[in-house]
């Protein structure tokens, strides 16, 4: 599921659009930012924070309802929340990437943080968001 998800996210023409460049690619990463470049921003980063597996009788059912958390950096708090919204569009609907079934997600948490000055001039702002993200294989 998580190389489907971030697979899905840097494929979708919004966040193609809102989002910075790492080596040929959207900024989209699983827990670490790639790069500090001007060109790489903005960003955002994916984490697992439960793993929401599902369970019945019988055992594990096959549905997943992971949390992610969705952090989103831009060099101004509107470049953040503009990837973040695109990302939001992107997941929200039903879809299938390489075998799983991503059904539709939920915004369960939003925060946004103080800027951070990085050092070396670059000060950067963040969104973060929590969604639960169904999932089964097909």
């Known amino acids: 599921m998580r190389a489907q998800l971030v697979a899905r996210l840097r494929a979708e023409a919004g966040v193609i659009a ?24 903005p960003a955002a980063t994916l984490q697992i924070i439960s793993p ?9 059912t096959g549905l997943g309802m992971p ?4 952090e989103c950096f ?14 939001r569009d992107a997941i929200e ?9 991503f059904h539709r997600a939920k915004l369960l948490f939003e ?3 103080n800027p951070e000055d990085l050092g ?3 000060k950067i702002f963040r ?5 639960q993200i169904p999932a089964t294989s097909e």
């Open 18 to 41: 809102a989002a910075g460049i790492v080596s040929a690619r959207p900024a989209i990463d699983w827990i670490e930012r790639q790069s500090d470049s001007d060109a790489a921003f």
């Open 52 to 60: 929401g597996r599902e369970y019945d009788h019988d055992g594990p």
């Open 67 to 70: 949390r992610v958390r969705i």
């Open 74 to 87: 831009g060099k101004s708090q509107s470049d953040a929340v503009v990837l973040a919204d695109a990302i």
């Open 93 to 101: 609907p039903s879809a299938t990437v390489s075998g799983i079934r």
């Open 111 to 113: 925060r946004d943080f």
């Open 120 to 122: 070396g001039g670059l």
């Open 127 to 131: 969104n973060l968001r929590d969604y």
